[in-house]
């Protein structure tokens, strides 16, 4: 309910207080009409400026970034109120872009209808391709002391095949976050961990999360292979 979002408004440090203030404001209210018409007044009586911050927008279905989108442009011209959205803006134009009906050989819909609701951009320079499978082999040291492992002597033609997927930062953490949930898994359920080939393990991953139809194929005819 209302009356408990508030509450739990009111254990974040610094400015929950202030978002409990304006639930307080809204919460008399009985009607979306009322509340919309009442939000303004409240954000400027709390005299705070409350940032929204939305990330991993660009991994959403492109329907429910544009359903988003639109809730941003509904309300983004409110005072006090600023929005940071955090995306690959290629991703989002493409999304935006199918959804509108635009040309399928030009993102330029796409651009023109973002351009609209976010007016200021900023892009990050990219990671550079080549240091990214050092990161990755940091978090894997990380993991494996933390599951117990010794330190594996990592497979050169396989590692490098691994590495051919990992061409973003997101891929590294996509990576290691299901390397770190399976080793759980086998550690909580199963009851074993160690005895598992760490670099093994690392590659069924990469095929579980970049090659789902091998992955699923492997999967099924396992006991030919095991056999």
Do not use: W
């Amino acid at each position: 309910s209302f009356t408990t979002f508030r509450g739990l408004l009111l254990t974040l440090p610094e400015f929950g207080s202030t978002l409990a203030y304006v639930c307080d404001l809204l919460l008399p209210l009985s009607s979306v009409k009322q509340t919309l018409n009442e939000l303004p007044r409240g954000l400027k009586r709390s005299g705070r400026r409350i940032v929204v911050v939305i990330d991993d927008m660009d991994r959403m279905p492109p329907g429910e970034i544009l359903e988003l989108i639109r809730l941003i442009r509904t309300n983004g011209d409110l005072d006090y109120l600023t929005y940071l959205v955090l995306a690959d803006d290629v991703y989002l134009a493409k999304a935006v872009q199918q959804m509108v009906g635009g040309s399928a050989d030009s993102l330029e819909d796409g651009y023109s209808y973002l351009e609209k609701i976010f007016p200021h951009n900023e892009r990050l320079p990219p990671l550079r391709a080549e240091v990214l499978p050092g990161l990755f082999i940091q978090k894997m040291v990380k993991t494996a002391g933390q599951h117990h492992f010794c330190q594996p002597q990592y497979d050169k033609a396989t590692m490098e095949c691994v590495y051919s997927y990992l061409t973003t930062m997101r891929r590294v953490k996509m990576l290691d976050e299901e390397v770190n949930k399976y080793l759980a898994f086998l550690e909580e359920v199963v009851g074993f961990g160690p005895n598992v080939n760490f670099e093994d393990l690392i590659a069924l991953m990469a095929m579980k999360l970049f090659e789902k139809d091998f992955y699923e194929r492997l999967y099924l005819n396992r006991k030919k292979l095991l056999d």
